[in-house]
């Protein structure tokens, strides 16, 4: 099986910044894209960012210009640098990635979630 393990999360001021961590581990062919979500207390789950195999991003309006996301194929890991955080970036954060996994089968997986609270 797949898991996904998130690190980096934690509690910083507004205006600070947070880098978080993703690694994907077990029987991995190869991964198609991995994302970013992230969900607020009474909100739906939203899309911060994605990144494809082949590179290629997209971003949420909100977090554009203060967010990067970034991959590292080897490792199996996915990035996400947040700048200029602001209080309504605090949310738990979660990790998501599309990947052929045993017997090459598409499949989905998520994180378990890191907390990201930023203060005012």
């Known amino acids: 099986q797949v898991q996904l393990v998130e690190s980096g999360g934690g509690l910083v001021q507004a205006g600070g910044s947070l880098r978080l961590s993703c690694v994907a581990s077990?029987?991995?062919?190869?991964?198609?894209?991995m994302a970013w979500y992230r969900q607020a207390p009474g909100n739906q789950r939203e899309l911060v960012a994605i990144?494809?195999?082949?590179?290629?991003?997209n971003y949420a309006d909100s977090v554009k210009d203060r967010f990067t996301i970034s991959r590292t194929s080897a490792k199996n890991t996915v990035y996400l640098q947040m700048n200029n955080l602001k209080p309504e970036d605090t949310a738990v954060y979660y990790c998501?990635?599309?990947?052929?996994?045993?017997?090459?089968?598409?499949?989905?997986?998520w994180g378990q979630g890191t907390q990201v609270t930023v203060s005012s």
């Open positions: 990144i494809t195999s082949g590179g290629s991003t």
């Open positions: 998501h990635a599309s990947l052929y996994g045993l017997g090459r089968k598409y499949s989905e997986y």
């Open positions: 077990g029987t991995i062919f190869s991964i198609d894209y």
